[in-house]
């Protein structure tokens, strides 16, 4: 069966900190990787997607990717208030672009 | 103003009812998605289709149905043989299926509530 795990929280940092996301999966063969915000009562929305191995950055997000540990990241420097919020981490498998789903890290950024 | 739509916000269902939550999207995209989220859990895949016409079932398609009848609508009615409907329901479109680069795009999502 094939699972996304991650750390329900919550995670609390303090403003201006550097806040870490894991993921780790299930599925060797997966290839594509996303991370997804949701503030409460809304739909989640794309903060990063990541393909290979390494590092992705994008304004204050990095993404990290470490296939052969099957295990995915999400930075995010200089955390705001406005940062406060639950983090999806998505895997996408097979060849129909289905995607599992974690059920999400739940941040707290505090002033 | 390009995206993706879904109504009624709040929905409300009788017991024994069906219901149909509707999904609109104006981005060209050729695959659209239906998911359900229970508080606390991720997103559970019901239905997906690629193409017009053609839909497969998800991990938790009992109890609902959906249509493809035109690319831009994606309507999924959740019949009266789910008997735990309560939850979030969230629409996604991608541009296709194809590739590693076919990222899903949500709408604002439907709450359907048992009375």
């Known amino acids: 069966q094939k699972e996304v795990e991650q750390n329900s929280g919550p995670l609390s940092v303090p403003e201006g900190a550097i806040a870490s996301l894991n993921c780790t999966y299930s599925d060797r063969v997966s290839q594509s990787f996303f991370w997804y915000r949701q503030y409460s009562g809304k739909s989640p929305e794309l903060i990063m997607s990541i393909y290979s191995n390494g590092d992705k950055e994008d304004g204050r997000f990095t993404a990290q990717l470490n296939k052969a540990s099957q295990y995915v990241s999400l930075l995010i420097r200089d955390s705001q208030p406005s940062d406060s919020a639950t983090y999806l981490c998505a895997v996408k498998y097979g060849g129909y672009n289905k995607l599992i789903f974690g059920a999400g890290t739940r941040l707290a950024v505090h002033p | 103003d390009g995206g993706i739509t879904q109504s009624p916000k709040y929905l409300f269902r009788k017991e024994g009812q069906n219901v149909t939550l509707s999904c609109e999207q104006n981005?060209?995209?050729?695959?659209m998605y239906w998911y359900r989220q229970d508080p606390g859990q991720g997103l559970r895949l019901i239905y997906y289709?690629?193409?017009?016409?053609?839909?497969q079932k998800g991990d938790i398609a009992e109890g609902y149905s959906v249509s493809r009848e035109k690319k831009e609508s994606f309507p999924l009615t959740v019949t009266s043989a789910q008997k735990n409907p309560t939850a979030f329901y969230l629409c996604?479109?991608?541009?296709?299926?194809?590739?590693?680069?076919?990222?899903?795009?949500f709408g604002p999502g439907t709450r359907l509530l048992v009375l």
């Open positions: 289709s690629q193409i017009v016409n053609d839909f």
């Open positions: 996604a479109s991608s541009i296709g299926t194809s590739g590693i680069q076919e990222t899903q795009y």
């Open positions: 981005l060209n995209h050729d695959a």
